[in-house]
């Protein structure tokens, strides 16, 4: 049974919009690109690589996506193409480092990728404005078919910008690594995850009883144990039934202008599991939560806090100019734990947040984030439309197959269109002509 912690300190925490660590009534969030980098600031990406470009969209061979992405050296991953990349029950694995992957760059619809998922096993690399949606990919429920859409194992220096996951069988959007990987906690949180960015993405629908063998498995975003450096910024979760995102033991991460949407069990969490940790001395979490929005939808559980503690590890924990509502504008509590050990909720007096950070304050997010996350916001693809309509009028549902989705997997017809280097600057893969020019030659389809 969730009970609510009540410390003096976290409620002097929860200051006012105007006294919030860091937040500028004046700052907006960015529409197009990533102006934030967080700890993953010393990432390169494929900057002053050479230009591959995608020509299909075959799941492997000459001129596909895969093709580009398993070539050696610095590279900028260009499409030529627009429409589904079918990966058939695979990964696409990030193994080389020194790539920029332009999502930008497609032709209308842009590039979505079903039944399949994405890990990064690398560093330096940047990833924007492509749509995965895994799915269960024609597999039985419970049969072990367990795909993320994106997740990092081991890597540093990486930024996922402006992206749209779904559909998950496992999680939508995480970072894992090893635990104990090397002599103390310096080299585990070296060995493992660190220094990562998801900044303007959308996370929505990680489905529910599905093919993963454990049955429910409906996750927003893991950030495994002693995973250092995360920032999780300006992103909305959608209908997961928990894990948005769920920290584990002795993690460093910051959860900035964040909004979610309808979780089920559990909005954000912090669990480190003593029985996974064995004999290693337990790491104390650091999470910063500011300016964040929780909204409570139709599968919401009543009175779920905003962030609840549970397992063995305390967690020192900064909140400030948060805001948490069932569907009616009720306030929520803001903390609460859902297990009854020892573990503590510590308040931090001061925040775990990077240098280059700006923050909105929480009553202007909900006016800003549907025009600034996810994929292609000046070319939106239905499936995302639909996601954001159904939270700005609060509807929507937690699913169980991607099927349920009223789209499903989208079947676009491919497009074409030559990239032309001389109309992009390659440092970041902005247009010259501006991020504005990308939304004057769109059009509305909806």
Not at 180 to 188: H, L, M, Q
Not at 201 to 221: A, C, F, P
Not at 297 to 325: C, H, Y
Not at 360 to 373: C, G, Q, R, T, W
Request: charged share 20%.
């Amino acid at each position: 049974m969730l009970k609510s912690i009540s410390m003096l300190a976290l409620v002097v925490a929860l200051a006012t919009p105007a006294a919030a660590q860091g937040v500028d009534p004046n700052d907006h969030l960015n529409r197009s690109t990533y102006d934030v980098l967080g700890w993953a600031r010393d990432t390169k990406g494929g900057k002053g690589g050479r230009i591959i470009r995608v020509t299909n969209l075959n799941k492997d061979g000459p001129g596909s996506f895969r093709a580009a992405v398993e070539a050696k050296g610095p590279r900028i991953i260009v499409f030529e193409v627009g429409g589904v990349i079918d990966l058939d029950s695979d990964s696409i694995k990030i193994t080389e480092p020194y790539v920029t992957i332009a999502g930008q760059t497609a032709p209308s619809p842009g590039v979505t990728f079903i039944k399949g998922e994405f890990n990064v096993e690398t560093h330096d690399v940047i990833i924007q404005h492509i749509m995965v949606r895994t799915g269960e990919a024609g597999h039985p429920k419970k049969s072990g078919w367990e795909a993320d859409g994106l997740s990092t194992r081991s890597a540093y220096n990486v930024i996922v910008d402006h992206c749209s996951f779904s559909w998950a069988t496992d999680e939508n959007l995480s970072t894992s690594g090893p635990r104990f990987d090397g002599k103390d906690v310096n080299e585990w949180r070296q060995n493992t995850s660190h220094n990562i960015t998801y900044s303007h993405d959308l996370v929505y629908e990680g489905l529910r009883n599905s093919t993963h063998g454990k049955g429910e498995h409906s996750k927003g975003g893991l950030i495994h144990d002693n995973n250092t450096g995360i920032l999780l910024y300006a992103n909305l979760y959608a209908s997961n039934e928990e894990r948005n995102a769920l920290f584990k033991g002795g993690v460093h991460a910051a959860e900035i202008n964040t909004m979610i949407y309808n979780p089920g069990q559990k909005a954000v969490h912090y669990n480190l599991i003593g029985h996974e940790w064995e004999t290693h001395p337990f790491e104390t979490g650091v999470i910063t939560l500011i300016g964040d929005v929780y909204r409570q939808g139709p599968d919401s559980r009543a009175d779920l806090p905003l962030f609840t503690l549970g397992g063995d590890g305390d967690v020192d924990l900064f909140m400030q100019d948060n805001i948490a509502v069932d569907m009616y504008g009720n306030p929520l509590p803001m903390t609460g734990t859902y297990t009854t050990g020892s573990a503590k909720i510590v308040a931090a007096k001061t925040p775990y947040l990077p240098e280059d950070i700006k923050i909105i304050p929480a009553n202007k997010l909900e006016d800003e984030i549907y025009e600034s996350v996810g994929a292609r916001p000046w070319d939106r693809d239905d499936v995302d439309f639909k996601i954001l309509s159904d939270v700005a009028e609060g509807r929507g549902e937690i699913i169980d197959s991607e099927a349920q989705n009223y789209y499903g997997y989208p079947k676009y017809k491919p497009t074409s269109q030559p990239f032309v280097e001389s109309d992009w600057n390659l440092y970041d893969m902005s247009p010259k002509a501006g991020w504005a020019s990308l939304y004057a030659h769109s059009y509305p389809k909806h």
